[in-house]
């Protein structure tokens, strides 16, 4: 083994042991400090975004993390959902994408800023679960809206990666042909699941018993699910992380029964391959792009517009939640970290954005997390 890998391997070790105190004491989401860290390590070069086997771990923690997203959504609650609140819930996404337009269309942003300022992802909005607990009306609400925002935003997201590889092409309407079939596929899947279930529900705990699992094969099961639905992906050249995101939505839809298999999931995957998918991310960041102070004021812009879109949008839900609840609901979905992560991403190496755009956007979602996070905790804590 070299020497590169040998100080990359120590270097995560320090890393993904330290921030979880570096965060506790700053009262930060882990996942920002670990970018920030990464940042660092990159910067005085300890850190090579470009080693391969730093790379691939990287991209299969980012793909766990849409899999871990995707066990939040429980396919049978979100369709018991208050039809009043639903459709409050999809017009506060309509507006939300139609105040993005607006905004691209002023400040002349590239077209594809559309998506980037209506991202939704639920994600963090689990850490305030354990922050301020199951009975906050604002952050019910924030995580039922947030998973149909999230759902939109990675179809949308698989979409968008056909679209930047192919460009408007036959190749980039049969990759979204391709994608439409998948998903009426998936739905026939999860009817035909909840017939059989229905019939013989104890084949659920056959396969994820609920007592005496000493064979961890609520794990197994998961696991061989997470793999499947990416090899598939992988198989159809679809976005990988869509895959690994139904595969979530799977098992929390059927294993219900389980209620701590998400958790156990989280588990392994926050204690180790997510990490390393936020610390490669900050490896990619030149830390020498905060002397330009232009680019520093482009991406506090794109931090307030984003947070900005939201607020507007939420003024649906005056009848439901006060404006201080309200404020909280918006800064809940201004912290589309990930998505955010991988949809620029996607977009430099396609050379859609520059790499000037390129870091505006990951300056940005560092800025949206630290001071969505901050607000919240200060406004949070005196409001019912």
């Given at each position: 083994?070299?020497?590169?890998?040998?100080?990359?391997?120590?270097?995560?070790?320090?890393?993904?042991?330290?921030?979880?105190?570096?965060?506790?004491?700053?009262?930060?989401?882990?996942?920002?400090?670990?970018?920030?860290?990464?940042?660092?390590?990159?910067?005085?070069?300890?850190?090579?975004?470009?080693?391969?086997?730093?790379?691939?771990?990287?991209?299969?923690?980012?793909?766990?993390?849409?899999?871990?997203?995707?066990?939040?959504?429980?396919?049978?609650?979100?369709?018991?959902?208050?039809?009043?609140?639903?459709?409050?819930?999809?017009?506060?996404?309509?507006?939300?994408?139609?105040?993005?337009?607006?905004?691209?269309?002023?400040?002349?942003?590239?077209?594809?800023?559309?998506?980037?300022?209506?991202?939704?992802?639920?994600?963090?909005?689990?850490?305030?679960?354990?922050e301020f607990g199951k009975?906050?009306?604002?952050?019910?609400?924030?995580?039922?809206?947030?998973?149909?925002?999230?759902?939109?935003?990675?179809?949308?997201?698989?979409?968008?990666?056909?679209?930047?590889?192919?460009?408007?092409?036959?190749?980039?309407?049969?990759?979204?042909?391709?994608?439409?079939?998948?998903?009426i596929v998936i739905l026939?899947?999860?009817?035909?699941?909840?017939?059989?279930?229905?019939?013989?529900?104890?084949?659920?705990?056959?396969?994820?018993?609920?007592?005496?699992?000493?064979?961890?094969?609520?794990?197994?099961?998961?696991?061989?699910?997470?793999?499947?639905?990416?090899?598939?992906?992988?198989?159809?050249?679809?976005?990988?992380?869509?895959?690994?995101?139904?595969?979530?939505?799977?098992?929390?839809?059927?294993?219900?029964?389980?209620?701590?298999?998400?958790?156990?999931?989280?588990?392994?995957?926050?204690?180790?391959?997510?990490?390393?998918?936020?610390?490669?991310?900050?490896?990619?960041?030149?830390?020498?792009?905060?002397?330009?102070?232009?680019?520093?004021?482009?991406?506090?812009?794109?931090?307030?517009?984003?947070?900005?879109?939201?607020?507007?949008?939420?003024?649906?839900?005056?009848?439901?939640?006060?404006?201080?609840?309200?404020?909280?609901?918006?800064?809940?979905?201004?912290?589309?970290?990930?998505?955010?992560?991988?949809?620029?991403?996607?977009?430099?190496?396609?050379?859609?954005?520059?790499?000037?755009?390129?870091?505006?956007?990951?300056?940005?979602?560092?800025?949206?997390?630290?001071?969505?996070?901050?607000?919240?905790?200060?406004?949070?804590?005196?409001?019912?």
């Amino acid at each position: 083994m070299g020497n590169e890998h040998i100080i990359i391997i120590l270097t995560l070790s320090f890393i993904v042991i330290s921030s979880p105190y570096i965060s506790s004491f700053l009262r930060l989401p882990t996942a920002p400090i670990e970018i920030v860290l990464g940042a660092i390590g990159g910067y005085f070069a300890i850190l090579n975004s470009e080693n391969h086997y730093f790379y691939v771990i990287a991209e299969i923690g980012f793909y766990y993390l849409m899999f871990l997203a995707g066990t939040e959504v429980n396919l049978n609650l979100l369709l018991k959902m208050d039809r009043k609140v639903f459709k409050k819930g999809l017009l506060y996404l309509v507006i939300i994408y139609f105040v993005s337009f607006l905004f691209v269309v002023s400040f002349n942003f590239s077209k594809i800023f559309i998506f980037m300022f209506s991202l939704i992802s639920v994600g963090l909005i689990m850490s305030l679960f354990k922050e301020f607990g199951k009975d906050k009306k604002w952050l019910n609400l924030a995580m039922n809206i947030g998973v149909l925002g999230e759902l939109l935003s990675i179809v949308l997201l698989t979409i968008t990666a056909a679209l930047l590889e192919h460009g408007v092409s036959k190749e980039m309407f049969e990759s979204i042909a391709l994608l439409i079939a998948f998903i009426i596929v998936i739905l026939l899947f999860f009817r035909f699941f909840k017939i059989i279930f229905w019939w013989h529900p104890e084949w659920k705990r056959f396969l994820i018993p609920k007592y005496g699992d000493k064979d961890e094969k609520d794990i197994r099961t998961s696991m061989s699910m997470f793999f499947f639905m990416v090899a598939i992906m992988y198989l159809l050249h679809l976005e990988v992380a869509f895959g690994a995101f139904v595969a979530g939505i799977f098992i929390a839809t059927f294993f219900e029964h389980k209620e701590e298999l998400p958790h156990k999931l989280g588990i392994f995957g926050f204690g180790f391959l997510i990490p390393i998918f936020f610390i490669h991310v900050g490896s990619t960041f030149n830390l020498e792009k905060l002397k330009d102070l232009d680019l520093v004021f482009m991406a506090i812009v794109v931090t307030i517009i984003m947070i900005a879109v939201r607020i507007i949008a939420s003024t649906v839900f005056y009848k439901i939640l006060s404006f201080k609840e309200r404020l909280l609901f918006s800064l809940s979905h201004s912290q589309p970290l990930t998505l955010l992560i991988a949809i620029a991403t996607l977009a430099y190496t396609s050379h859609t954005i520059d790499e000037r755009n390129y870091y505006i956007l990951i300056l940005a979602s560092l800025f949206e997390v630290i001071v969505s996070m901050f607000v919240i905790m200060k406004v949070g804590k005196h409001t019912t």
